[in-house]
């Protein structure tokens, strides 16, 4: 796998719209969050300067933090996904071992499709792609939605394409490393799940055919 493949499969990804074991159908707070979720031009509140997001995952717990200045407009969408419960039950639906994990796609497909639109402007990019850091995966300029991935090890040669690190994992890297990698990437490459059965049928797609999947069971911005 080269950088290059990997900035090309990016784009069919986050074009497309994917989500990524078996959890529940929704995240926390139920019907309301679902509403909350279907508008993202209401999540648009300023992150704090720096901030921690914790992820309880099927592999245990990891820790996120984010500074805002690296990339202000990743960290601000970060932010209010977290804050809001976008990433409860998310699949990390492309992992490919000594390169990265890739996840943030609803399992919903309906709270998906409303952030498939919204998409926010390229930050420069002021920290380089080392292992741990946590960037958004793009289509194209100015096409950051919700899509994030994390560095497996030192991916300097994706800055020069424009991915912009907003934070790192600062504790539970280890958790990070044994996420399930056995699909690989999606086919004909590997043997993960087809992008277009996702996008229609979301996790249910995933729980039936893809069970080895780890996901999120909640993420939360650490007070």
Request: glycine fraction near 12%; avoid cysteine.
């Amino acid at each position: 796998m080269t950088l290059r493949s990997f900035a090309l499969i990016t784009v069919g990804l986050a074009a497309l719209g994917l989500t990524g074991r078996a959890a529940p159908a929704l995240g926390q707070g139920g019907v309301g969050a679902s509403a909350t979720l279907r508008n993202p031009a209401a999540l648009t509140e300023r992150a704090p300067a720096t901030f921690k997001a914790s992820f309880d995952t099927s592999k245990g717990t990891f820790v996120i933090e984010t500074t805002r200045d690296w990339a202000p407009n990743g960290a601000d969408r970060f932010y209010n996904l977290v804050k809001n419960g976008f990433y409860n039950d998310v699949r990390f639906f492309r992992v490919i071992g000594g390169f990265m994990a890739q996840f943030g796609i609803h399992g919903t497909p309906a709270i998906q499709a409303a952030w498939r639109g919204a998409q926010i402007k390229d930050d420069p990019v002021t920290q380089s792609n080392q292992r741990a850091t946590v960037t958004f995966a793009t289509a194209g300029p100015n096409t950051r939605t919700t899509q994030l991935f994390i560095s497996y090890r030192d991916n300097a040669g994706l800055d020069k394409q424009g991915f912009a690190p907003f934070g790192r994992v600062i504790s539970g890297m280890d958790v990070v490393d044994k996420l399930y990698n056995g699909y690989g990437d999606g086919a004909p490459r590997g043997k993960g799940p087809d992008q277009t059965r996702l996008q229609m049928e979301g996790n249910a797609y995933l729980a039936k055919e893809f069970g080895m999947l780890d996901y999120i069971k909640s993420a939360t911005i650490v007070p």
